[in-house]
Nanobody, 115 residues
Framework: QVQLVESGGGLVQPGGSLTLSCAAS????????MSWYRQAPGKEREWVAT????????NYADSVKGRFTIARDNAKNTVYLQMNSLKHEDTAVYYC????????WGQGTQVTVSS
């Protein structure tokens, strides 16, 4: 059974940091590209960052470039999203995804940036 379980969300003040984790199981993690998406209230889901399966190359949305870092640990079947200098507009439910020939999604974790 495929599972992607996000954790690490919560309430943080503007300028603060959070690290999200996504634990994967039920598939061969190292063979999948991993991404983070987010969906803010009333908005469409948007792509945040991707890390590739072999080289570990990373790409980021312009809105988070320089503030967020995606990383993966294939030994732990886990992908991370380090988020620094958080802004109000980063408030959203954050989802991790695994994609190759198939796409898998987690249930999401809420991140709220508020003073």
């Amino acid at each position: 059974q495929v599972q992607l379980v996000e954790s690490g969300g919560g309430l943080v003040q503007p300028g603060g940091s959070l690290t999200l984790s996504c634990a994967a199981s039920g598939f061969t993690f190292k063979n999948y590209h991993m991404s983070w998406y987010r969906q803010a209230p009333g908005k469409e889901r948007e792509w945040v960052a991707t890390i590739t399966k072999i080289t570990g190359s990373t790409n980021y949305a312009d809105s988070v470039k320089g503030r967020f870092t995606i990383a993966r640990d294939n030994a732990k079947n886990t992908v991370y999203l380090q988020m620094n200098s958080l802004k109000h507009e980063d408030t959203a439910v954050y989802y991790c995804t695994a994609h190759n020939l198939e796409n898998f999604w987690g249930q999401g974790t809420q991140v709220t940036v508020s003073s």
